[in-house]
């Protein structure tokens, strides 16, 4: 018999990828709870055309669990977020994102974890699902890989991101604790909560048994997904410099000297593979980016 004293409530925002979001939601029907706790599903449609309603609607009607569905008009990642956990009713939230999808032991994993080593989050794998065609460089440069721990490591907050995660709903109970909308349209708005609540104490672990996998798209297939990726992430990571740490132009002239050392190696780079100039040219791109932020500039992700 289930413990109903325990609720997770896994919560989804998705924009205009019904397809895929079908396939997560077939796959969450298979969790395993092992007795332990009941979990719900929460999508948060983040298109105003409502393009993930039809989806939803028809697999509710034969799930055996509850869906709910609810629209953020406004495209803003964050809102979309604070939406789902406004809307959460369990007592633990789990993120998961639309184009991704989880191995059955999933959930049981995240949870035995988090209260195994009474933490306040457990954080899993984020792995790469490839297409049956997909290029040789995008393969071979690594770039579609995340990096992993052992399970009980305590996460750094660079470390962190909602990919994949399982989360104490108490740490919501301040109003206050959201995700910030001002990072919205560029992303980081994941990094900048767990930052935040990293410095109320709150302590994040990592599970290496509860992966889940990535559907590589054909768009990220293509090298312009990679270049437009790490441009915003350096961008990203100037504004942080630029508006809230300190020693602004010792890391303005470090960032220049990566810069300019990355674009002198980027010629002779091509002369081990092609996926090798790739990752030399998206290291020129992220700090380029970094300096792009750090001047006020930060490119919006498009999806």
């Not at 660079?158 to 206050?176: E, H, I």
């Not at 992303?187 to 590589?216: L, R, Y």
Request: glycine share 8%.
């Amino acid at each position: 018999m289930e413990n109903k004293s325990d609720h997770i409530s896994v919560c989804i925002c998705t924009y205009k990828r019904p397809k895929l979001l079908e396939n997560l939601l077939n796959k969450l029907e298979n969790q395993q709870t092992n007795g332990l706790f009941i979990y719900s599903v929460v999508v948060v449609d983040n298109d105003y055309n409502q393009t993930a309603r039809d989806t939803v609607e028809s697999l509710k009607k034969s799930s055996r669990i509850a869906i709910d569905y609810h629209i953020e008009p406004e495209q803003n990642i964050a809102l979309a977020r604070n939406k789902a956990v406004d809307n959460a009713h369990g007592n633990f939230i789990a993120f998961i994102d639309d184009d991704e999808f989880p191995e059955p032991t999933w959930l049981v994993n995240l949870y035995k974890t988090l209260l195994s080593f009474k933490a306040d989050g457990v954080l899993g794998p984020v792995r790469p699902h490839y297409p049956d065609h997909v290029p040789d460089w995008l393969i071979k440069s690594n770039l579609c890989e995340r990096p992993e721990h052992e399970t009980g490591a305590v996460l750094h907050w660079t470390q962190t991101r909602t990919g994949n995660v399982l989360l104490n709903k108490a740490m919501f109970a301040d109003s206050g604790n959201r995700f910030g909308r001002e990072f919205g349209r560029t992303g980081g708005e994941d990094i900048e909560f767990f930052k935040k609540m990293m410095g109320m104490g709150k302590v994040f672990i990592w599970c290496s048994t509860a992966p889940v996998f990535e559907t590589v798209t054909p768009e990220r297939c293509e090298k312009s997904f990679y270049l437009n990726k790490y441009l915003r992430i350096g961008g990203l990571t100037g504004e942080k410099h630029r508006t809230k740490l300190s020693g602004g132009f010792w890391y303005a002239a470090k960032i220049a000297m990566a810069l300019f050392t990355y674009l002198f190696i980027l010629p002779f780079s091509f002369i081990f593979g092609q996926h090798v100039f790739f990752r030399t040219l998206m290291k020129v791109v992220y700090f380029y980016g970094c300096i792009a932020g750090f001047s006020g500039y930060v490119p919006m992700r498009f999806r």
